[in-house]
């Protein structure tokens, strides 16, 4: 019995949704960082046996919202709840509002979909005792209560509870006669579109305050038949003039980082040396401009 279908992985920003999402699929498809909503559209990650193969999706963090960027991210993981078909209710052990964990919980439990409760974090000791009292939130709303600790994500233990994980992941999607995507894929995303995710969270991980919550990233050039190397030219979109001197640093000394560490990743991604060109413009207040958020990604095209 063959079965395969969209897995959305729902929860609260920060809950460790995306690299939950990469451990399963073991490679890194979602970007990663400290700061809350850094998952801005919904990404996909294959995992495939013999057995089925499952569409596991990366959704934003829960927000409300309704217009602008959080507008978009809000109705993102609206729409997966309605478009998988089954969910994995992520949640942590230190989310700061227990109340938030409930609201994660209550929707997917209402949403009528088969699912999973899925604890995360927990190895941070101070608040161990969390993961009975979520596990028992999530099995009084009818969810198979499971946990899981990424601290060392290569050791025996959590590949062992990887396998047994992607098991009753498997075990909700309907039968199928064949997988929807090539079984020797990791993502159906692009290149270009792995490419600015890099180098977006290059810019999480450099810049600091609230600025990257008003940073965007989009491909100018790809040229993939350049010689010696293939040549990549991006363009940094920031909301106000003055965040562009921060992005950029003294000297050119925060860029220089962000493309430095954005081309290591990017090599390992495409496998072989890039020639990577960044560059920061102002587009004020970007989030509010209904065409360059389209060009982003960031937009829904409307339902017939």
Same mark, same amino acid.
């Given at each position: 019995m063959y079965r395969t279908g969209f897995l959305g992985l729902i929860g609260q920003p920060n809950a460790g949704k995306s690299t939950l999402m990469n451990f399963l699929v073991d490679e890194k498809v979602s970007i990663v960082t400290a700061k809350p909503q850094t998952t801005r559209r919904r990404v996909l990650g294959l995992w495939s046996s013999d057995e089925g193969q499952i569409v596991f999706v990366d959704?934003? *963090?829960?927000?409300? @919202?309704?217009? /602008?960027?959080? *507008?978009? &991210? @809000? #109705?993102?993981? *609206?729409e997966v709840i309605a478009d998988s078909d089954a969910l994995l209710a992520v949640v942590s052990v230190d989310e700061k509002a227990a109340e938030d964990n409930e609201k994660t919980l209550e929707l997917v439990a209402s949403s009528g979909k088969p699912w999973i409760g899925i604890v995360t974090k927990t190895d941070l000791g101070e608040k161990g005792h969390r993961v009975l009292i979520l596990k028992d939130m999530i099995e009084k709303r009818k969810g198979k209560a499971l946990s899981l600790s990424l601290k060392n994500p290569k050791s025996r233990e959590a590949q062992e509870d990887r396998e047994a994980l992607l098991l009753e992941c498997l075990a909700l999607m309907p039968e199928a006669p064949a997988p929807l995507y090539d079984i020797e894929l990791f993502t159906p995303e692009s290149e270009r579109a792995l490419i600015c995710e890099i180098i977006r969270e290059k810019c999480f991980e450099h810049v600091h305050q609230e600025i990257p919550f008003g940073i965007a990233v989009r491909m100018i050039k790809f040229d993939e038949m350049a010689e010696p190397v293939p040549r990549i030219a991006v363009e940094v979109l920031v909301s106000k003039e003055n965040h562009k *001197?921060?992005?950029? /640093? #003294? @000297? /050119?000394?925060? &860029? #220089?980082q962000i493309g430095t560490d954005a081309r290591k990743d990017i090599? #390992? &991604?495409l496998g072989q040396k890039v020639f990577l060109e960044l560059k920061v413009s102002v587009r004020e207040d970007w989030a509010k401009n209904q065409r360059l958020m389209k060009e982003l990604g960031y937009a829904h095209e409307r339902k017939s």
């Open positions: 959704a934003p *963090g829960l927000i409300r @919202a309704d217009q /602008g960027l959080n *507008g978009f &991210l @809000a #109705k993102e993981a *609206g *001197g921060i992005v950029i /640093g #003294k @000297a /050119g000394s925060v &860029l #220089k090599e #390992k &991604l």
